[in-house]
C-alpha cells in the first residue's frame, strides 16, 4: 500500500509538475527555463519534439553524472525523464496546441501561474522519493564532485543549457531569469505540505 501511494504521488506531481513546465514552453516568446529553451531550440534547428529532446537530453545526462561522481550510470533515472518527456509531448499535444495567449500581461500570468504549478508538482513528485530526473542529479553530481553548494551547482547546471541554447538561439528572455530564480521558491512553498501530508498516508496505512 505505501508503495501504491508513492507511486500516485510519483504520477500525479509528474503530471502537474509537466503541465506547468508546458505552460511556460506555450509562451516562450518571453522566455523559458534553460533546459526548455535547449529542448525547444533543438526541436525548431534539427526537428523531433520537445518531450524527444527532453529525453535525449536525460540519457546524455546520466552518463555525464555517472563520469562525474564516478560511480555506474543511475539507469533508473532514465525512467523518470522517459516519463517526464511523454507528458510534455502529451500536454503539448492535447492540450497547449489548441489555443494561443495574446498580450503581454496574459502571458505574464500565464508564466507566472505555470511556475506555481511546476513548484506545485514537483513538491508533490518529490514525496515519492523514486528516481529524479538526470537534471537534478545533474546538480547534485556538480555539488559531489566540485564541493560546491546546490545554488552554486545549480547555476552551472542552467549555464550549461543556456550556453547552446543561446547559440542555437532558443527563446531565452527576461522570462528564463524569471524562472531559473523562482521555480526553486515555488517549490519550498509547498513542498512541507505534501511532505506532512504524505507522512500522515504513511502513517496510516503502515
Known amino acids: 500500500m505505501r508503495f501504491t501511494i508513492r507511486l500516485l504521488f510519483f504520477i500525479f ?54 563520469l562525474l561522481v564516478k ?31 495574446e498580450g503581454l500581461l496574459a502571458k505574464l500570468v500565464m508564466l507566472v501561474v505555470g511556475i506555481l504549478i511546476i513548484g506545485f508538482g514537483a513538491s508533490i513528485y518529490l514525496q515519492a522519493k523514486f528516481p529524479q530526473s538526470p537534471i537534478d542529479n545533474f546538480m547534485l553530481a556538480i ?11 545549480k547555476t552551472i547546471g542552467e549555464i550549461t543549457a543556456l550556453i547552446p541554447a543561446y547559440f542555437l538561439h532558443g527563446p531565452i528572455s527576461y522570462g528564463t531569469l524569471i524562472i531559473t530564480f523562482t521555480v526553486g521558491p515555488a517549490i519550498q512553498l509547498f513542498f512541507p505540505y505534501f511532505e506532512k501530508f504524505m507522512q500522515r498516508l504513511q502513517r496510516k496505512y503502515s
Not at 21 to 42: R, Y
Not at 55 to 63: E, F, Q, Y
Open 13 to 66: 506531481g509528474l503530471a502537474i509538475m509537466t503541465f506547468g513546465v508546458c505552460m511556460t514552453i506555450k509562451v516562450a516568446e518571453i522566455g523559458v527555463g534553460a533546459w526548455d529553451a535547449l529542448n525547444v531550440a533543438l526541436t525548431e534547428k534539427i526537428g523531433l519534439s520537445v518531450g524527444k529532446w527532453v529525453m535525449i537530453d536525460g540519457a546524455i545526462l546520466v552518463l555525464v553524472n555517472a
Open 71 to 101: 560511480r555506474r550510470p543511475d539507469l533508473l533515472s532514465l525512467l523518470t525523464i522517459i516519463v517526464i518527456g511523454s507528458l510534455v509531448d502529451f500536454w503539448l499535444d492535447m492540450v497547449f496546441d489548441l489555443f494561443t495567449v
Open 143 to 153: 555539488s559531489e564532485r566540485f564541493s560546491l553548494n546546490l545554488m552554486a551547482a
